[in-house]
């Protein structure tokens, strides 16, 4: 941390400030500049004591130094953290793809888009059982009955499923049916869902939230490594802007950022981030040569009867010519595609 | 809604399109335009057929018609509502003070600011027991021993207390203690807490998400309505921007806006707007200027030494000043302050 | 300047550091931390060095200290800036206001609203005979006519008028007709502009950019005051964001950090800043709560029939509505409204 | 145009409606819903009688039907619209690549510069002789000495040349040099400006604004459009967001956007959008799979000696490494990098 004076500070305020440093445990290294006095905090430095130290007579401005997230930096973790779902790897070499509706609405709904996109090449089936809706007029998911679909799809089709759990007391129940666990945009802060998901033994997928720093999200990750849950998936789905022509802003440059600064898997989400169909492919491609480690999409039978979020859905014919498109550009990228799982059971 | 056909629609797809207006159990009226047909859906419209409509062919956009709110809206209910906790009205002619620590650190504390803010003119106590933090690794609250050290200060000073509550787990738990519960920005859309406020008989308080239009804060606020708790307070505390020289960026013109749209209450929070306290009695002086009901204000006997957020607390003698610069204010824009409450037990 | 060392950085990386900082003719303080080590830089750090610097092995940040902007700032230059037209003073102990129509239509339409603005306590008139539009196909001023127009309501009521130059080629031309030149948001970045209105001997007002944040703004006068234009007034006109119920968020914190960094006055523009009429007023108080030293008000004899921004016009009856609030709001602020100008010629 | 009435409406307000929309010589029909009654404005309906609709009493809001632009619009022109620099295409099947440093600074360091991205595959050299800077004591450009060196690295090399104007009254002598004129980010809105260059025969880029919308982007095109210059290209460098972790956010989604509404060419500037040299090959990779007709990349001999932006510039080994791995990308996204041009002269 570091102390900048006010290029009128006097001496006694200067003094002031290092004595308060020391009486707080810490080094104080003083440097005289040509307008400004800058005194180094040396030591385990909380942040309550930046706001301490920027009340003192004489403060200009106080900087933090270095990054307030530890467990999800590179720098603790150089290498990177790869999640294993069976013989799936999240984070390796291969690049993943989650596809499936937006909500479960019908076995037969749900059946059918797991048997198509699994035919197409997707790797794990995603579907909302508990939907967080802008609206309390809005359809908000078929709960309990929704998990025991996800699980029979599992079941038939072999692929492990993703489903995004909401309230703290919910998670025993999902994370007994679901092989990931994600943490929707609108819950990236909510700190007991994260302390609750933090303690399972199981993947989590921790969504970007609609306007939160990339250092905000990781340190809505540190929840969870805090609690011990390594086994972490980051999702860049859009961040809110002033553009109204998408429903969010995809922040590409957060994929490049993340593999620079942590150690975890991102995989992307372009049909949150777009909010219309034909948006999906090009920045699903985007994104994998931008080096994201996989793909959250979202496909239904039906879009234009769908329950929820149809208008960003693609059919099974466009997700069939998504995947088409998207190994290429994976091969460009260095990467591959995984392999579909084979059925669990027989 | 409307459905706006593209300048190269051909006939058959504008029939198709009233075609599946008329099977959802609406009806479609067609306007010839010079470039455009448009189609008017009349009767109770769901979303889901916004979306659906988006994706049939010769569609260029579904405009939606009207607030997706209505227990929030002022043409549903259009006398102010004013909310009542003991002798004290929120949304009336008053404007009513909250002020107190951003968190309670100790009883000594805790008491010392409440009856200093009381002496200056405030009427309500603000403390938080369960805190969200953005880092693990900051200090999160006292929790229960908090709530009992804010009705420790209750009973001496007579001031009714507002407190945040987190977990929808902990909603009963801390309303037993709180006259008046906050739900926090962060949680503005943690639908599953909505829903337990919204079914207590105690006044909430629901603070704008940092990101949050103002229509999806009446959403969120027709959550609680809609679970049939009337006394609800909203409280604008900042949106975020690329300003960097405040934290968040207040956005005064929410509170008219609020109060032409909907009649419910509304306070502001300059501290947390700002997390500078040299800014908070301008932004006090200017909310109150705008039209709030009442405002939330941080203070703390040392600010240097708070636990949380001490660069946006205002000193005890910050706060009198404060207080003597708003009642004039006040009286210019029609309103007066509140008094401040007796002493409940004598 | 500071230079932050990663915490893997070896020695001679520092050493690297520190000696690039002393070939640039500054000088090196190096500050061993518990994880970082920091390098003071000392000496006056030209922007181009932060680059230089960020890109050095071992570098992991390099933060920039002080403020890039000098005869802008409060400690260059403490006292007030006070800029004088005729008898009045902006940036005094008087809130001035300035009203008038977005354009200048016709002579009937400006002299008339000329007139009942003044009635209505008004000081400076406003006009545009050069109006930057977003559409090539909507209405670009008058030009010269609207200026001439100008100028014979100036001859007539006595009031000092204001209007806005677009082009570096018009400067000396609307300075032969204006008493304030204005340069609007959409050009706070036109570097060339900014250079030609710096070498008038006239009062300058400069709009905040859409997007552009305080410390930007204040660069921008820069440009203005180094060519030794000293009379300078900003406005604050609102800041692009995500709310899409106004057209932009008035930053109204933007007003003391203004006050508290520069010594330049300020004043706010509530009709461009909502784009909504009945908006105008709430946050003209305000502004004026907040401590603006002055308003800008467009007023229309018929807003209906604007030809530009007429849904963010006043009435005469609503603007004369606004000048009766504002009074006692002035006063509860400490200030007092301007007399209106007496008539220049008998 | 759609005018939308209160719930509360009266039918004499709805008639008054109608009867002004007939006033100003446009067709109204009426189309009573459950809650609204809507009226739909048919005919050429100016952006001024949506402001004066706005204000006729009864009316909740006026939506404006499609686009506001005509020339840049795809419905107006189908087809791609393909820029011809000699013997080089922006806009067909090939991708261009423009590089070179962001300032030119000496003869030798843009001929050095020139040879080496040639030599890795550029297409058209960049570099500033008139640079829009943030702060009045940055380097400005070389002015016409560094016109003079961009002609002779063309001579030499062959590339044709893109620079910046950013002055009316400079495009001419701008346009006597340069190949593409630049208009940059700041000056989108400089509407002088656009008038200027669509008066000349010469290709000119156009980049977004900082904070702007596609729409107001492709009404700045159609400024250019409207005075008769079609060859225009569009840039995408990036919008400002709240997130600080890269200097702009790169808003991918942009370019399918465009690509749907507009037949112009659109190339992405990942140097601007991140303004980190690390970033910028996975953001060019990016655009390019999104769909990109090409990409401006700023390299410099030396990045730490940059006189502007050095902390975005590749080096040359960095640029060619970036060559080598968009050519897979760009194959698998259909297309090729075009053929760096051959010598003009020999």
Redesign the interface.
Known sequence: M?V?MK??SSQDEINGVAR?IKESGLKA?I??????T?I?V???A???I???????PGV??V?P??K??KLASR?FHPQNTVVKINDLSIGGDKIVVIAGPCAVETEEQLLATAREVKASGANILRGGAFK?????????GLGIKGLEMLAKAREETGMPVITEV????DVELVSSYADILQVGA??M????LLDEVGKLKKPVMLKRG??S????WL?AA??IL?QGNEQLILCERG????????RN?????????IK?VSHLPIIADPSH??GK???VT??A???????ADGLMIEVHPN?????????QSLTFDNFQELMS?LA??A???GRKLAIPSAKVKP
């Open positions: 570091i900048v290029a009128s308060r290294h440097s005289q500049g040509v307008e400004h800058i180094g040396v030591g385990q909380l942040a309550e930046q706001d301490m130290l920027q009340l003192l200009e401005d900087i130094i270095g307030p997230y720098e967080p809706r802008t609206s309390p007029y809005q359809f908000r909401m309230a703290p007391s609108r819950n802060q909510n700190f007991i609609l306007s720093t990339i250092q905000e340190l540190e929840y805090a961040i809110r802007t002033f553009e109204p022509s998408t802003t995809m922040d590409i440059s957060a994929i490049p950022v620079r981030a777009t169909w034909y948006l090009p920045l491609l985007a994104a994998t040569a931008a080096g879009p234009d009867l769908a329950l929820a979020d149809g208008a498109q290429p550009v091969q460009a990228a």
